[in-house]
């Protein structure tokens, strides 16, 4: 065999080391709805190839993380929400092994009606000076609350359910207006509900707040990782504790009429980091996670 042949691998060899390979294309962003609603939930596709091993994918969207997981070999997926302020589009800003990309994600307005109800004087007057302190106290530790999910990692697996499977009284996104004088929009969903009716979780989670607080009365607050939780108001009695990790449909506490109502109900709220997101999206998901929460007991907030 002539010499040159011998060597001629090592020759094809030595010249693709010196020639970089061609960088990967850039991925593709979408989503799921194709036009979601102004605050609603969205779930951000982004399908990553062209990389020897799997690639680090993050992002952002209304300045919250988004908290990519693979769903398969190059294709990663994450949940979003879109706040109810927003515009006819918004940016979502997603990084793969450092490269960042932006696109636009258009978004639909989303059409309410307008309520007119009536409540205690003392929901609709200026606060005074020791009200003023108490809910400044409030929205502190709620903020708090809210920062912290994005560290909690996803302790869900099964589909979002609904935590009472009575009819809702009242939407999410509401206009409203108390006592003809204070209007706000009503950030949540209303299930009806006799005093004392059973509240159920709407997934696993761990609790991180129960308070009595001025405005949405005896209050749950849980923690689903991922930056994903979910709130129940105006309970009457609360059957579980801060720390607590709860199952999916478990009973958490009973309906009530506390704070700012017009009667017993159950208000239940959702949030995607700080962002308030109408809740029933939960239940409709387009995706959910193939690969399992951690098990039981697994981290710091499990107990």
Same mark, same amino acid.
């Given at each position: @065999?002539?010499?040159? /042949?011998? !060597?001629?691998?090592?020759? =094809?060899?030595?010249?693709?080391?010196?020639?970089?390979?061609?960088?990967?294309? *850039?991925?593709?962003?979408?989503?799921?709805?194709?036009?979601?609603?102004?605050?609603?939930?969205?779930?951000?596709?982004? #399908?990553?190839?062209?990389?020897?091993?799997?690639?680090?994918?993050?992002?952002?969207?209304?300045?919250?993380?988004?908290?990519?997981?693979?769903?398969?070999?190059?294709?990663? @997926?994450?949940?979003? +929400?879109?706040?109810?302020?927003?515009?006819?589009? =918004?940016?979502?800003?997603?990084? /793969?092994?450092?490269?960042?990309? /932006?696109?636009?994600?258009?978004?639909?307005?989303?059409?309410?009606?307008?309520?007119?109800?009536?409540?205690?004087?003392?929901?609709?007057? &200026?606060?005074?000076?020791?009200?003023?302190?108490?809910?400044?106290?409030?929205?502190?530790?709620?903020?708090?609350?809210?920062?912290?999910?994005?560290?909690?990692?996803?302790? !869900?697996? @099964? *589909?979002?359910?609904?935590?009472?499977?009575?009819? =809702?009284?009242?939407?999410?996104?509401?206009?409203?207006?108390?006592?003809? @004088? $204070?209007?706000?929009?009503?950030?949540?969903?209303?299930?009806?509900?006799?005093?004392?009716?059973?509240? #159920?979780?709407?997934?696993?989670?761990?609790?991180?707040?129960?308070?009595?607080?001025?405005?949405?009365?005896?209050?749950?607050?849980?923690?689903?990782?991922?930056?994903?939780?979910?709130?129940?108001?105006?309970?009457?009695?609360?059957?579980?504790?801060?720390?607590?990790?709860?199952?999916?449909?478990?009973?958490?506490?009973?309906?009530?009429?506390?704070? #700012?109502?017009?009667? &017993?109900?159950?208000?239940?709220?959702?949030?995607?980091?700080?962002? $308030?997101?109408?809740?029933?999206?939960?239940?409709?998901? &387009?995706?959910?996670?193939?690969?399992?929460?951690?098990?039981? +007991?697994?981290?710091?907030?499990?107990?």
């Amino acid at each position: @065999m002539p010499r040159f /042949v011998r !060597w001629l691998p090592l020759i =094809i060899a030595g010249a693709l080391a010196g020639c970089p390979l061609p960088a990967p294309k *850039p991925p593709e962003i979408q989503w799921r709805p194709a036009l979601p609603l102004q605050g609603s939930l969205v779930v951000v596709v982004v #399908r990553a190839s062209g990389y020897k091993t799997a690639p680090l994918v993050a992002g952002t969207l209304a300045g919250e993380p988004l908290h990519f997981e693979p769903d398969s070999q190059d294709s990663f @997926m994450a949940l979003g +929400g879109i706040p109810l302020d927003t515009g006819d589009t =918004i940016l979502v800003r997603v990084s /793969v092994n450092g490269r960042e990309f /932006v696109t636009p994600l258009p978004v639909a307005h989303r059409i309410v009606a307008r309520e007119e109800l009536r409540t205690a004087r003392r929901f609709t007057t &200026p606060p005074d000076s020791a009200l003023r302190v108490r809910l400044e106290r409030e929205r502190l530790r709620v903020r708090e609350v809210l920062e912290r999910t994005h560290a909690t990692p996803r302790l !869900w697996s @099964m *589909p979002f359910a609904r935590p009472r499977p009575s009819e =809702i009284s009242s939407g999410f996104g509401l206009e409203r207006e108390f006592n003809d @004088m $204070l209007e706000s929009r009503h950030l949540g969903v209303d299930f009806a509900g006799r005093q004392g009716a059973a509240v #159920r979780a709407a997934n696993r989670g761990v609790v991180t707040l129960v308070d009595d607080l001025f405005y949405s009365g005896r209050t749950v607050y849980i923690d689903h990782g991922a930056g994903l939780l979910t709130a129940y108001l105006h309970l009457s009695r609360a059957l579980v504790a801060e720390g607590d990790t709860v199952q999916w449909d478990q009973v958490i506490g009973q309906v009530g009429a506390t704070g #700012r109502v017009t009667g &017993p109900h159950l208000h239940w709220l959702a949030r995607y980091g700080a962002i $308030l997101v109408d809740p029933l999206d939960l239940v409709t998901l &387009p995706w959910t996670p193939s690969s399992p929460a951690p098990p039981p +007991g697994a981290g710091a907030l499990s107990r």
